[in-house]
């Protein structure tokens, strides 16, 4: 095992390619042990059999989580037809469903005639093996013991839905491959399912690679095999820094926030927790929406909620 990186201090956001099988816990896990850093978190999580985009926070960067929380996601999702499924993914008991259509079988037109409902605002109920809570318990805690949980139909927002592969070898089974672009809390299970009732079969999530996780996308994610590199190069060295903290982007990447510049007057009341009338008014309506604060020389070092008048700081990243 890599041992870990000595306990320099690491602040910022590692955007990760998680493989399949391990869970989004695991993967914190992982990088806990390999950073040496106590404060790690994720922005969204990915089922143990998907892949792709999860970004990880390290140090005060956990505390911009928060933020990322409404982030859009985008997905390549594999939707094998001809069978239902109780977790309706690969890892749930199967149960075949003959196709019902007319003779000829599923086609690729149309999956993509019966795609177009789905885009746009939608409501959708949130599969029975998931982590919504009902009544005080996980609804996949109630399904595994043979309970059927009651879940309200949630409304999400589907931007792209598009059908890239189609594979009808196999008329019983076919197999389309599908983009996704949605809004936080979708579900491509349950995408997946409605889809295969939608076209008169029983249909379920075969493979789920997230591409992006709001403006981190897949082609700046690094493997865990270069993050166990990187750490093991900063173990030789005796130091975090180097090629572990080259991998992070800073604490604030991919914030579109309005930014104000403090003067050390001002930095010193932030720092206290106090609110400041800005010398320089912020920019932009006074919607409470928050700030990104600068020090003299450009750095961050928190975030505060500007009410037109004054800026209250909300987040203070420097100590006292």
Same mark, same amino acid.
């Given at each position: 095992?890599?041992?870990?990186?000595?306990?320099?201090?690491?602040?910022?956001?590692?955007?990760?390619?998680?493989?399949?099988?391990?869970?989004?816990?695991?993967?914190?896990?992982?990088?806990?042990?390999?950073?040496?850093?106590?404060?790690?978190?994720?922005?969204?999580?990915?089922?143990?059999?998907?892949?792709?985009?999860?970004?990880?926070?390290?140090?005060?960067?956990?505390?911009?989580?928060?933020?990322?929380?409404?982030?859009?996601?985008?997905?390549?999702?594999?939707?094998?037809?001809?069978?239902?499924?109780?977790?309706?993914?690969?890892? *749930?008991?199967?149960?075949?469903?003959?196709?019902?259509?007319? %003779?000829?079988? +599923?086609?690729? =037109? #149309?999956?993509?005639? $019966? &795609?177009?409902?789905?885009?746009?605002?939608?409501?959708?109920?949130?599969?029975?093996?998931?982590?919504?809570?009902?009544?005080?318990?996980?609804?996949?805690?109630?399904?595994?013991?043979?309970?059927?949980?009651?879940?309200?139909?949630?409304?999400?927002?589907?931007?792209?839905?598009?059908?890239?592969?189609?594979?009808?070898?196999?008329?019983?089974?076919?197999?389309?491959?599908?983009?996704?672009?949605?809004?936080? *809390?979708?579900?491509?299970?349950?995408?997946?399912?409605?889809? %295969?009732?939608? +076209?008169?079969? =029983? #249909?379920?999530?075969? $493979? &789920?690679?997230?591409?992006?996780?709001?403006?981190?996308?897949?082609?700046?994610?690094?493997?865990?095999?270069?993050?166990?590199?990187?750490?093991?190069?900063?173990?030789?060295?005796?130091?975090?820094?180097?090629?572990?903290?080259?991998?992070?982007?800073?604490?604030?990447?991919?914030?579109?926030?309005?930014?104000?510049?403090?003067?050390?007057?001002?930095?010193?009341?932030?720092?206290?927790?106090?609110?400041?009338?800005?010398?320089?008014?912020?920019?932009?309506?006074?919607?409470?929406?928050?700030?990104?604060?600068?020090?003299?020389?450009?750095?961050?070092?928190?975030?505060?909620?500007?009410?037109?008048?004054?800026?209250?700081?909300?987040?203070?990243?420097?100590?006292?």
């Amino acid at each position: 095992m890599t041992a870990p990186v000595a306990s320099s201090r690491l602040d910022g956001i590692l955007v990760v390619d998680k493989p399949a099988g391990p869970t989004s816990h695991d993967i914190v896990g992982l990088i806990r042990r390999l950073s040496g850093m106590k404060r790690v978190g994720h922005g969204g999580t990915l089922d143990p059999f998907a892949r792709g985009v999860l970004p990880i926070f390290l140090g005060r960067a956990t505390r911009v989580v928060e933020y990322h929380l409404a982030d859009r996601k985008q997905y390549r999702a594999t939707v094998c037809f001809g069978a239902s499924s109780t977790t309706d993914d690969l890892e *749930g008991e199967l149960t075949p469903m003959p196709l019902a259509t007319s %003779g000829s079988g +599923l086609d690729r =037109g #149309a999956v993509e005639t $019966a &795609l177009a409902a789905f885009r746009g605002p939608i409501v959708q109920v949130p599969p029975a093996y998931s982590a919504i809570k009902v009544a005080g318990r996980r609804a996949y805690a109630l399904a595994r013991a043979g309970q059927k949980p009651e879940l309200a139909p949630r409304s999400v927002t589907i931007d792209l839905i598009e059908l890239l592969e189609w594979d009808g070898t196999d008329p019983e089974r076919p197999i389309a491959v599908v983009e996704v672009d949605c809004s936080a *809390g979708t579900y491509i299970r349950a995408i997946a399912r409605d889809l %295969g009732t939608a +076209l008169g079969t =029983g #249909a379920y999530l075969g $493979a &789920l690679t997230r591409t992006a996780s709001g403006p981190f996308s897949l082609a700046q994610a690094v493997s865990l095999d270069a993050v166990r590199a990187a750490a093991g190069e900063g173990a030789g060295q005796g130091t975090a820094q180097g090629a572990l903290g080259a991998m992070l982007l800073p604490m604030d990447a991919g914030l579109e926030l309005r930014s104000l510049s403090l003067t050390a007057e001002e930095l010193s009341a932030v720092v206290r927790g106090q609110f400041i009338r800005p010398a320089v008014g912020v920019a932009g309506p006074a919607d409470e929406s928050p700030v990104r604060l600068l020090s003299p020389a450009g750095e961050l070092v928190g975030f505060g909620r500007w009410d037109g008048t004054r800026v209250m700081p909300d987040k203070v990243l420097v100590d006292a």
